[in-house]
């Protein structure tokens, strides 16, 4: 197996296969480390996990490029503080 290095302390990395999802931990300072693909792994995972514990868990939303723009936040009153109302 290609031996991969710690990008923080330079130190060799064992690397450890959790469901389905290569996880690299440096064996000096115990840094994780993972890659684009294993981050999407993870989050895949996770909704699974969330879909099959129970109905009280909502997946997590998946975040892709094409997906609308947030809610505008709450609406802010007015004036930012008292002085504001007053000489606004
Ligand atoms: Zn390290």
Known sequence: METMTCPKCQGEMAVHRRGGVDI?????????????????SLVENENEWHL????????????????????????????QSFLDGLFG
Not at 25 to 40: E, M
Not at 64 to 79: F, I, K, L, V
């Open 52 to 79: 099959s514990s129970g109905p009280r868990t909502e997946p997590l939303p998946r975040i892709t490029a094409s997906m609308p723009a947030p809610p505008p936040s709450p609406a802010r009153p007015r004036y």
């Open 24 to 40: 690299a931990q440096c064996g000096s300072c115990s840094g994780i480390f993972l890659d684009r693909a294993d981050r999407t």
